[in-house]
């Protein structure tokens, strides 16, 4: 079964430091891996996704995303955080199960940015 | 601003009560979702429409009953509900199912609170 594991449920840094956020995926075929924010008392919005054109993946408010088949991982990074960063954070892996997709998500980081 | 709009956006309900919680979308997608969504937790999926059909349902219990009218209208009828229901629903849609790789677009919920 595939599955993504976040590490850390919770990453604090300060304002204009880089922001690392660490996503594992466990797969048996090549993956589709996304990248979802949860802002206070919203829906979630999709802020990259890898789909196997290219492993490196730029995202919506500078996010990016590096897919490293060898690590399984699909770590989510950003230069320097501003405040409005400060949200919930979801990898999550998609699979066709007969004729539906699913999303399977992990468990979630919440990013808090400091002064 | 989300492309999938869910009514209300705030629910209060007694446990004999039933409502309908209402999704829409008009980006022409085929593939319709209900998650729900506990504090601190990831969306965990509950039904999967494709093509206005029921593809999946993740054993919900059957005081919740979704219905899709149209490729751009869901609904969830609740009825009998009981106080551990109380979370945030969401209502995603993506462009078809058999694409693993299409991204699901999500509204900002409902909350719902059980008294």
């Known amino acids: 079964a595939q599955s993504v594991t976040q590490l850390g449920s919770h990453v604090s840094v300060s304002e204009g430091a880089l922001v690392l956020l660490r996503c594992n995926y466990s797969?048996?075929?090549?993956?589709?891996l996304f990248w979802y924010v949860q802002y206070p008392n919203q829906g979630l919005q999709l802020l990259l996704k890898?789909?196997?054109?290219?492993?490196l993946v730029k995202g919506i408010n500078g996010f990016e995303a590096e897919f490293k088949k060898s690590e399984t991982s699909f770590h989510l990074t950003k230069p320097s955080a501003h405040m409005s960063d400060a949200a919930e954070y979801f990898c999550a892996v998609s699979v066709l199960t007969g004729t539906a997709s699913k999303l399977t998500f992990g468990t979630g980081t919440r990013l808090q940015v400091t002064l | 601003d989300t492309e999938v709009t869910q009514t209300p956006k705030h629910l209060v309900m007694g446990m004999t009560n039933k409502k309908s919680l209402k999704c829409e979308q008009h980006m022409g997608h085929r593939a319709m979702y209900w998650y729900k969504q506990k504090a601190k937790k990831p969306p965990e999926l509950m039904f999967v429409y494709s093509y206005e059909k029921l593809s999946i349902n993740e054993s919900v219990p059957s005081r919740f009953s979704p219905e899709c009218p149209n490729s751009s209208l869901l609904n969830l009828h609740l009825h009998a509900l009981q106080p551990e229901d109380s979370a945030l629903y969401l209502c995603?849609?993506?462009?078809?199912?058999?694409?693993?790789?299409?991204?699901?677009?999500f509204g900002d919920g409902t909350r719902l609170s059980i008294l």
């Open positions: 797969s048996s075929v090549p993956p589709y």
């Open positions: 890898y789909t196997s054109a290219a492993t």
């Open positions: 995603a849609s993506s462009q078809d199912l058999m694409g693993a790789r299409q991204p699901q677009h």
